[in-house]
């Protein structure tokens, strides 16, 4: 138990931050779109915490689509489709030559066809993400590897489809973190430490994989 203890301390902040990922530290701010509270939903033209939007921001309340229609991840997710298309952006402070991990989760708006995102981070070529349209929104996890090329990255979000203002690209818990590989292997801690944490964060842990591996 006193290993377990010091362990627990010493890794404590890195744990707060990590967004369900022991040990690998997050580095997008608000990408849970948690903040501010919307009920049951709300445009921002100016932005939010953490993000800037191209034709302003939208934030969604789980139900706010009708019932069920939710995010697993908080009470909260945006809308890449404001009153048009808008593209998020947010700047991060980065190492040139560091490689970043980088996922998102992506749901069709129910009713409006594929949802195609492209996502783009400064210096890296950009990449496109769809989402299947389907009868109840499905957020489904999207990663890539991007290589900072400067000290201040930016990451952006534009939605390419649908491209009428009917709204679409539903998105939640967008990460960005030096993490590599598995994150339960990117810091190396003892077995004991595993064994405690189960019982604290797991149920955050494993929940959040689960999903990961398994969309729906
Ligand atoms: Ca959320």
Known sequence: MKVYAVVVGAV???LI???GF???TELVTNGSFESPVVNPFQQFPSGISGWTGSAGVEVQANGSLGAG??????NQYAELAVEG????SQTIATVPGQQYDFSFYLAARPGTGP???SVA???????TFTAADTPTVNFQRFTDTFTATAAQSTLSLSLVTPTSGGGGGLVDNVSLSTGSGSPATAVPLPAAFWTGLSGLLGIVAVGFGRRALSPG
């Open 12 to 14: 404590g902040s890195l």
């Open 17 to 19: 931050s990590a967004n």
């Open 22 to 24: 022991a040990g690998v």
């Open 69 to 74: 229609q939710n995010t697993p991840f908080g």
């Open 85 to 88: 298309p808008s593209t998020y």
């Open 115 to 117: 949802n195609t995102v």
């Open 121 to 127: 981070f400064t210096g890296n070529p950009s990449a």
